[in-house]
């Protein structure tokens, strides 16, 4: 694919981001997203299939997006806890900068069937692991506690950003004024690192093995 019609592709998919994030994605038409691009209604689908591949194109590219971030960062931050809170802060700046693409990917996306694919689910679980990994790192560092699994803890950081982000996206009674952003970033990162920091004579305790005592 040449340069022009990555360009046209990425207006497509900046559009049906727009059209999607203002009116839901089921009450929309794949002609109201070519409107919206500037483009003959013909010539979306030269380069997607349906609305739904639009979707879920969105959701591939700007998911890889965040992958290809946590492994920049892998290689810039060495301390594990700094490069957490980069995650988180990166997080939270994209949806700062770009709410309407965060709105499709927390409330648009989960509710479609194809998403649900050992392909997609492949993509969507490679997050989990490298923040895993990245516990697991601070484990070994001396500086997450050793009482937390690593899995755990990563379900609790994303259930953390995306119940966060939801709050922002759909809760009309929400007081964006009353609970700024990043006074909440500041108190959600306290939070967790008092649950998740290793503390001065913890035991030397793994999650496996607290997981076996319960079964006996």
């Given at each position: 694919?040449?340069e022009?019609?990555?360009?046209?592709?990425?207006?497509?998919?900046?559009?049906?981001?727009?059209?999607?994030?203002?009116?839901?994605?089921?009450?929309?038409?794949?002609?109201?997203?070519?409107?919206?691009?500037?483009?003959?209604?013909?010539?979306?689908?030269?380069?997607?299939?349906?609305?739904?591949?639009?979707?879920?194109s969105?959701?591939r590219?700007?998911?890889?997006?965040?992958?290809?971030?946590?492994?920049?960062?892998?290689?810039?931050?060495?301390?594990?806890?700094?490069?957490?809170?980069?995650?988180?802060?990166?997080?939270?700046?994209?949806?700062?900068?770009?709410?309407?693409?965060?709105?499709?990917?927390?409330?648009?996306v989960?509710?479609?069937?194809?998403?649900?694919?050992?392909?997609?689910?492949?993509?969507y679980n490679?997050?989990?692991?490298?923040?895993a990994?990245?516990?697991?790192?601070g484990?070994?560092?001396?500086?997450?506690?050793?009482?937390?699994?690593?899995?755990?803890?990563?379900?609790?950081?994303?259930?953390?950003?995306?119940?966060?982000?939801?709050?922002?996206?759909?809760?009309?009674?929400f007081?964006?004024?009353?609970?700024?952003l990043r006074?909440?970033?500041k108190?959600?990162?306290?939070?967790?690192?008092?649950?998740?920091?290793e503390?001065?004579?913890?035991?030397?305790k793994?999650?496996?093995k607290?997981?076996?005592?319960?079964?006996?």
């Amino acid at each position: 694919m040449n340069e022009k019609s990555l360009s046209k592709r990425n207006v497509i998919l900046n559009a049906a981001i727009k059209v999607f994030a203002e009116r839901g994605y089921h009450f929309c038409r794949t002609l109201d997203i070519s409107d919206e691009a500037g483009v003959a209604y013909g010539s979306l689908y030269h380069y997607f299939k349906s609305k739904d591949d639009i979707l879920l194109s969105i959701f591939r590219e700007r998911w890889k997006y965040l992958l290809a971030t946590m492994d920049r960062l892998e290689g810039e931050i060495d301390d594990p806890e700094k490069r957490l809170i980069a995650v988180f802060d990166y997080i939270f700046s994209s949806y700062e900068s770009y709410p309407d693409m965060m709105k499709v990917l927390i409330m648009d996306v989960p509710r479609l069937k194809q998403f649900y694919t050992p392909e997609n689910w492949k993509l969507y679980n490679r997050f989990f692991t490298g923040v895993a990994e990245i516990f697991r790192e601070g484990q070994e560092k001396g500086i997450f506690s050793r009482q937390i699994s690593p899995v755990t803890a990563s379900f609790v950081f994303y259930g953390t950003v995306d119940t966060t982000i939801r709050q922002y996206v759909y809760n009309p009674e929400f007081n964006h004024d009353q609970y700024p952003l990043r006074e909440i970033k500041k108190q959600i990162i306290t939070l967790l690192k008092r649950g998740v920091m290793e503390k001065p004579n913890e035991p030397e305790k793994t999650a496996a093995k607290i997981l076996k005592a319960r079964q006996k």
